[in-house]
């Protein structure tokens, strides 16, 4: 018998449904928020260590680059509050079938996309 299954899975062309997308993402906030957080309590650590350097975060934080950052952690927080959200709401048997996945998926992208730019208006 002759296996036709492919050998190598190649990720970059296969066409993955955007129950695999959110799901991916999900764990790439994660991810973002594990490093994010370690990136905001150095910068705590920093601004609790006295006058000179609370002033010095202060002056940190009025970059791009940190906005650039916090806007990220937030958006990362954003995204992954509420896929968990989504995930709850699935470990209650609502949405398990392959459309209500979908529909959940195509929610928590779509109130991640309004709240971060919310959030990017409010940062900036």
Not at 10 to 28: E, F, K, N, Q, Y
Not at 67 to 95: C, E, N, Q, R, T
Not at 110 to 116: C, E, M
Request: aromatic share 8%.
């Amino acid at each position: 018998m002759k296996d036709n299954r492919p050998v190598n899975l190649d990720i970059g062309t296969m066409r993955l449904p955007i129950t695999a997308w959110a799901s991916i993402t999900h764990r790439a906030t994660g991810v973002a928020l594990f490093v994010g957080m370690a990136v905001l309590l150095w910068l705590l650590d920093g601004s609790l260590s006295g006058p000179e350097g609370f002033a010095a975060v202060q002056e940190c934080l009025d970059s791009v680059l940190a906005k650039l950052i916090i806007w990220g952690v937030v958006s990362a927080l954003i995204y992954h509050a509420l896929a968990g959200v989504k995930h709850l709401i699935m470990d209650f048997g609502i949405g398990e079938t392959m459309e209500g996945g979908v529909l959940g998926a195509r929610i928590v992208i779509a109130l991640s996309v309004v709240l971060i730019l919310i959030a990017g208006i409010w940062i900036w």
